[in-house]
């Protein structure tokens, strides 16, 4: 009964194996057309900015306006100076938790979707407010913007400053974040961008001469030549 040799496992290719193929990739490489690179970064760049403009949630951004005054015995000087002031503390809890009560939503929820800025040159503070729901981001940053009024008029007796609400904010009817087209548009140009750098980093084709010969094919030198050349003519004469 003849039995069948046991198979051995494979054994990985040997080093020239796989510098020939590496060599084989870049003679492939190097007879790609230039459109070709360009042409699959700009494909692909606008995939993947359209798959992150369609997965990205969309977003609205709604702003309100507080104006420091300066009250009796006070100065623009200083309403500018506290202005800077509550524009740190309006996005604190002490003024987060009196407005979640209001916009009803969680408190952690408010704190990360509301910014305070202010102007170095006008004494006036920003609430933005940002959520899913245009109605709600609009909520969002007038609570905050009344409950850093309530907060100031505290204190208004000692700063001699107060906040009056400038502009409330109203519900966006565009959203802030990038539609699936922009991002798409960009996708595609960072794509090319890149489809150019490899294009330009890619191996180049060997220039026609002596180093173009097969493998093997060694030239003659010169001065071989040169005294073959002259042992031809000695010869005739």
């Not at 692909?44 to 997965?55: D, K, S, T, V």
């Not at 702003?63 to 202005?83: E, I, N």
């Not at 409330?168 to 699936?180: G, I, N, Y």
Request: hydrophobic share 45%; proline share 9%.
């Amino acid at each position: 009964m003849s039995t069948s040799p046991a198979s051995t496992p494979s054994s990985p290719a040997p080093a020239p194996t796989r510098r020939r193929a590496a060599l084989a990739r870049l003679a492939r490489l190097r007879t790609l057309p230039a459109w070709a690179l360009l042409g699959a970064g700009v494909l692909l760049g606008a995939g993947g900015g359209a798959a992150y403009g369609l997965a990205s949630p969309v977003t609205y951004s709604a702003t309100a306006y507080v104006l420091a005054v300066p009250g009796k015995g006070g100065d623009s000087a200083s309403a500018l100076g506290f202005a800077q002031a509550y524009g740190r503390v309006a996005t604190q809890l002490g003024v987060l938790g009196d407005a979640q009560v209001e916009a009803r939503v969680p408190l952690a929820a408010l704190r990360s979707s509301v910014t305070a800025e202010t102007s170095p040159d006008a004494p006036m503070i920003a609430i933005g407010a940002r959520s899913g729901d245009p109605e709600q981001a609009a909520d969002n940053a007038n609570a905050v913007a009344r409950a850093l009024v309530t907060a100031a008029g505290h204190n208004a007796t000692d700063t001699r400053v107060s906040l009056v609400s400038f502009s409330r904010a109203l519900a966006p009817s565009a959203p802030a974040s990038p539609s699936a087209l922009l991002t798409t548009g960009v996708g595609a140009c960072a794509g090319g961008l890149l489809g150019a750098l490899a294009l330009l980093a890619r191996p180049r084709r060997p220039l026609a001469g002596p180093a173009s010969l097969p493998a093997g094919a060694v030239p003659a030198p010169a001065e071989r030549k040169g005294a073959d050349a002259s042992r031809t003519s000695e010869t005739a004469t």
